[in-house]
């Protein structure tokens, strides 16, 4: 069926997000207009607050499903996995457009974003640099990688032979620089030595946020797979996703033991035990989020059951949520001092910017050739659902 | 050839002159205070107070005393700030300050977050803020400059106790180690600023125990800069490994999928 008008079907809830935008990008421009210190609550002793929290390590770590579908299907061409390789890329990209965004509102002195391009002699020895740098990159690359998809739609041959070319390039660039940022995330509080909690602080904790990461993504891929599935009126991929999530659940496995071991060799065991708001939250996040999953991927009748899948899923990925709250917040709290709650105005620029992700999703699967043909509308199709179909 | 201060926290009694002068030398404006729980006026380092006096009251023998201790930015040898600053705002001076570029900053306060004595403060009142703190006086160029004139810092003149003590910051440590030798019983055997963080050009030396007037003693003796460079040194061989793992990886499989798909 070939498509020649763009669709976007008005529903209530699509004007509700509508509405959020608009709101958010009101606080944006007066946050812009008057100020770090107008819009949020961040202070002297807090100077990381909410936005770098989620919109930026909760968000980039959570869109490592795009990076981590790729590595399966490209790299290691497992081609089963692939109908649900394109919806991970757009919601990867997505995710990293409204990170880059979200650190834009972050920093202080907005007109000079750009000077980390300039490469001043050594500014290569901050871990932000890398972080800056491959985050940009990898943007583009997963921008230029959607291009591939795009011009399917949109006919142009000639850039269509382009996108062919360097799609190659684009897989492997694809693949290093997220492994190079999404470690270099949790690289950046190596310098909160003796300050950041030793339960999280750790010379390798550069690895932990890459696994994580990199666990974190076939989890997402359940849950957008769901509520694709729901919105979408489709079954959920589950041969695809159950056996997708045993890669996570070895990973996880991995990431325990890692983390076992480390503590026990900086002598740190013990401290998961003191009782304290920071060890009984670490215990939260380990156990929750990492040993429960483990056990409900392990088991077969969970893992091949819908509810059983997501429910294990969600765990997984409120683990990963609660593990970077924890650092930013948590495991710094006793060294920082003084006090931090988010302003309505962050928390309504990370509404509006997940609000303007899910929408623009919403756009780009009725209209680009995404979501897998072969479960498609299996149940009744309804009517202006706008199911897409192969051109 | 590097400065240094030596600050002995047995002579300070806490007289804020060196607040004082700090502010006028700088041309920092004042700030309305508040009665609060403590005796430090103001209560905190901030983008407009470089430098604040501490109040501590601790035992020594049977005794209450008081104890004052100016904080300041310490101008590390190998400053934290430095780097974790992604457009390298902050540098090292081979005189020994630790200043800044406003024109590079980007506002990320990344080195807020890596300074491990919380010194870099930010004008969180203005729309393009800047990050502010103690620069020892030193302003090569421009109005504020005393270092760079032969003179010493401000907060030091101002000192009527001889609490402060400007100088090279070699000679001061061996100034430092000789006080303490000369008088065992009235100073902790300790030189604050020596090792802690691969050293500091602010020196300390007391006659309490450090823990007791809000000094960490239990940390590292590594600069900040080391340990992150422990991590920063794999980042180019982990990218060309790992491309060249990744693109082998590309071909090998898609090879296998090309002849599993010819059959």
Not at chain 1, 133 to 156: D, M, N, P
Not at chain 1, 323 to 348: D, I, K
Not at chain 2, 17 to 29: D, E, I, M, R
Not at chain 2, 122 to 132: M, N
Request: with cysteine.
């Amino acid at each position: 069926m070939a498509k020649d008008r763009w669709t976007f079907r008005l529903t209530p809830t699509r004007w509700v997000l509508i509405l959020i935008s608009l709101v958010a990008v009101g606080v944006m421009i007066y946050r812009l207009g008057y100020g770090l210190g107008a819009a949020t609550n961040l202070n002297d002793n807090w100077p990381w607050g909410w936005w770098i929290g989620f919109d930026v390590l909760i968000g980039i770590a959570l869109a490592g499903g795009g990076y981590s579908t790729a590595f399966i299907v490209h790299i290691l061409h497992k081609e089963k996995y692939k109908p649900i390789a394109r919806a991970a890329l757009v919601t990867s990209m997505l995710g990293y457009i409204i990170c880059l965004v979200g650190l834009f509102m972050d920093i202080g002195r907005w007109y000079n974003f750009w000077r980390p391009f300039l490469v001043y002699p050594g500014s290569w020895h901050s871990i932000l640099f890398e972080v800056f740098w491959c985050i940009s990159l990898y943007t583009a690359v997963q921008v230029l990688e959607f291009g591939h998809i795009f011009f399917e739609r949109v006919k142009a041959a000639s850039w269509k032979r382009f996108f062919d070319a360097v799609i190659p390039g684009l897989f492997i660039a694809g693949i290093m620089l997220p492994t190079l940022h999404q470690s270099s995330l949790g690289g950046l509080y190596i310098v909160a030595v003796d300050r950041l909690d030793p339960l999280w602080w750790s010379l390798i904790i550069p690895i932990f946020f890459l696994i994580s990461s990199f666990f974190v993504g076939p989890a997402m891929c359940v849950l957008e797979g769901s509520l694709a599935a729901k919105a979408y009126n489709r079954e959920l991929e589950m041969p695809v996703l159950s056996s997708l999530v045993k890669i996570s659940m070895w990973m996880m496995i991995f990431y325990l033991v890692l983390k076992v071991v480390d503590l026990l060799y900086r002598g740190h065991f013990g401290d998961m035990f003191a009782g304290t708001t920071a060890s009984n939250l670490f215990l939260l996040e380990i156990i929750g989020g990492v040993i429960i999953p483990i056990i409900m991927y392990a088991t077969p009748s969970i893992r091949n059951n819908p509810t059983g899948l997501v429910t294990a899923s969600a765990l997984v990925v409120g683990g990963v949520i609660l593990n970077r709250l924890n650092v930013v917040f948590t495991g710094m709290a006793e060294a920082m001092g003084g006090s931090y709650f988010p302003s309505w105005m962050e928390f309504t620029v990370t509404a509006g910017l997940i609000a303007i992700a899910v929408l623009a999703y919403c756009f780009i699967v009725e209209n680009f050739d995404i979501l897998p043909e072969e479960h498609a509308a299996k149940k009744a199709p309804v009517v202006g659902k706008g199911v897409p179909a192969r051109a | 050839m590097a400065k240094g201060v030596l600050v002995d926290l047995s002579r300070c009694f806490g007289c804020r002159s060196c607040q004082v002068a700090c502010k006028q030398w700088n041309n920092l404006p004042a700030t309305p205070t508040t009665f609060n729980n403590t005796w430090d006026n103001p209560p905190e380092m901030s983008a407009t107070n470089w430098t604040v006096v501490k109040y501590y009251v601790t035992e020594k023998g049977n005794k209450v005393q008081w104890r004052f201790v100016k904080e300041q930015c310490r101008h590390c040898l190998e400053p934290a700030c430095e780097s974790a600053c992604f457009v390298h705002a902050f540098y090292k001076t081979e005189q020994g300050p630790v200043l800044y570029r406003y024109y590079r900053c980007v506002g990320c306060r990344y080195c807020m977050l890596a300074c491990p004595f919380s010194v870099p403060k930010f004008e969180w009142d203005k729309v393009f803020p800047e990050v502010k703190k103690c620069r020892f006086c030193f302003d090569p160029g421009g109005e504020y400059d005393r270092l760079g004139q032969g003179l010493e810092p401000a907060c030091v003149s101002a000192c009527p106790a001889g609490a402060l003590k400007f100088g090279e910051r070699e000679e001061l440590l061996q100034e430092a180690k000789a006080r303490i030798a000369a008088q065992p019983d009235r100073y902790v055997n300790h030189v604050y600023g020596e090792h802690e963080y691969g050293g500091t050009s602010w020196l300390y030396i007391s006659d309490v125990p450090f823990e007791e007037i809000g000094f960490r003693t239990d940390v590292s003796k590594e600069s900040i800069p080391h340990w992150t460079g422990r991590v920063t040194k794999w980042t180019l061989p982990v990218a060309a490994g790992w491309t060249a793992i990744l693109t082998a990886l590309y071909l090998y499989t898609k090879r296998r999928a090309e002849a599993e798909e010819g059959h």
